[in-house]
């Protein structure tokens, strides 16, 4: 299993911007897929956006448009940029190595990161 950990959460206002970054223990380039979820409080966990090792992406509608998923096979990381930020957005965000493309339930993920957390508020 890679060890995933993320970091670059914290507390922005509305409309703000942040860059989460998902660093792995190993070489990404020959899992199938890379992705980022989050859970809210009281809420199920989730996808927020996954990338393939070739860069194609696929985002949860919620996101589409101000969400950007990227990765660096080199550096062994995933990067997810984040702007607009909206209130609703505040969550535990999780970097997933991915079994499969598309990734359909939770099933498919092979490992977690700890997690990062986002708060949207003014």
């Known amino acids: 299993q890679v060890q995933l950990v993320e970091s670059g959460g914290g507390l922005v206002q509305p409309g703000g911007s942040l860059r989460l970054s998902c660093a792995a223990s190993r070489s990404i380039f020959s899992i199938p897929a890379m992705g980022w979820y989050r859970q809210a409080p009281g809420k199920e966990r989730e996808l927020v956006a996954q990338?393939?090792?070739?860069?194609?992406?696929n985002y949860a509608d919620s996101v589409k448009g101000r969400f950007t998923i990227s990765r660096d096979n080199a550096k062994n990381t995933v990067y997810l940029q984040m702007n607009p930020l909206k209130p609703e957005d505040t969550a535990v965000y999780y970097c997933?190595?991915?079994?499969?493309?598309?990734?359909?339930?939770?099933?498919?993920?092979?490992?977690w990161g700890q997690g990062t957390q986002v708060t949207v508020s003014s």
């Open positions: 997933a190595a991915l079994d499969r493309w598309p990734a359909c339930s939770l099933g498919d993920v092979g490992s």
């Open positions: 990338i393939t090792s070739s860069g194609t992406t």
